[in-house]
């Protein structure tokens, strides 16, 4: 038996658990439980309350069917129990609340129960002042920002441009009252997210986000807990950007060396 065929057999055995149960999804009932994950998703924003909840089976994450709608349940502040919805991926299951309302307890027949955190409202101030603005690099904004109980807190920035997409953060200290930021460093994350020189007129949402940190028991994970608000607002990079160097030859002549972008460009429009 040569080498190649070996090893498409041990590709075959590798793939085998998956293409067995990777796609196919197994009844709550019938899952080990100490195979049984359970993933917990939160977030919360100012008008309403998304909870989605993952459930999977051992190393490949086979997806976990609920037997019944009632296996899956959450206490929300008014005393009443809501059931979770059935996403189209198999083994996700989800439900939304509305403003006033939020979520308690989460409850997985035959397996256990935890509470969930309170996630207080996240207020972006002057996010109006901000809002539809074009901003240059050179620009500096200043966040006014409300006392934190949360156990995280970070802004999260994203854009996209072209076919190209990118995403950055930046972590807040919870005590802090305001925080200062350049445009200049928020393209720089984002052009090292993308791995390329974002040009034009790029939109840009930009998140604070405040998030708790829980310790369950198996089986259940805090994947996300957050609250969060958002507004939207355009970075104008027209400029010619340059780096440059001074060398010093040994004739004590001075000659500057100017290279234009780090990165592949990538134009926004």
């Known amino acids: 038996m040569n080498n190649l065929i070996v090893k498409k057999l041990i590709n075959m055995m590798i793939l085998a658990p998956w293409l067995l149960t990777g796609c196919a999804s197994i009844d709550l009932s019938k899952v080990e439980p100490e195979k049984l994950t359970v993933d917990i998703q939160m ?8 909870i989605d909840v993952f459930l999977s089976r051992g190393l490949w994450s086979q997806p976990v069917k609920l037997d019944q709608a ?18 189209r991926k198999n083994g996700r299951y989800g ?5 006033g309302d939020q979520a308690i307890r ?53 854009t996209q441009c072209g ?7 930046i972590d807040l200290s919870k005590n802090a009252h305001q925080y200062s930021l350049t445009m200049s460093d928020v393209m720089r994350r984002l052009n090292n997210s993308a791995e390329a020189d974002l040009t034009g007129m790029l939109p840009i949402q930009m998140q604070l986000v405040e998030g708790a940190l829980v310790n369950w028991p198996h089986p259940f994970q805090a994947k996300q807990l957050i609250a969060r608000d958002s507004t ?19 004739s004590s002549a001075v000659s500057l060396l100017l290279t234009n972008r780090q990165w592949p460009v990538t134009y926004c429009y």
């Not at 977030?43 to 998304?50: F, G, K, L, M």
């Not at 076919?163 to 953060?169: E, V």
């Open 95 to 99: 439900l939304q609340l509305t403003q």
């Open 232 to 250: 939207d607002f355009f970075i104008d990079t027209s400029g010619f950007k340059i780096t440059g160097s001074i060398t010093i030859n040994p």
């Open 70 to 87: 009632e296996d899956a349940m959450i206490a929300i502040n008014t005393g009443e129990f809501l059931s979770l919805n059935p996403a």
């Open 43 to 50: 977030v919360a924003e100012a008008d309403r309350q998304s």
């Open 163 to 169: 076919n190209a997409s990118a995403n950055a953060s």
């Open 106 to 158: 989460f409850l997985l027949n035959g397996v256990g129960e935890v509470t969930l955190p309170r996630l207080d409202e996240v207020i972006l101030t002057d996010k109006n002042i901000i809002e539809g603005q074009a901003f240059f690099k050179t620009d500096r904004i200043t966040l006014d920002l409300n006392e934190s109980q949360a156990d995280v807190r970070y802004l999260v920035f994203t």
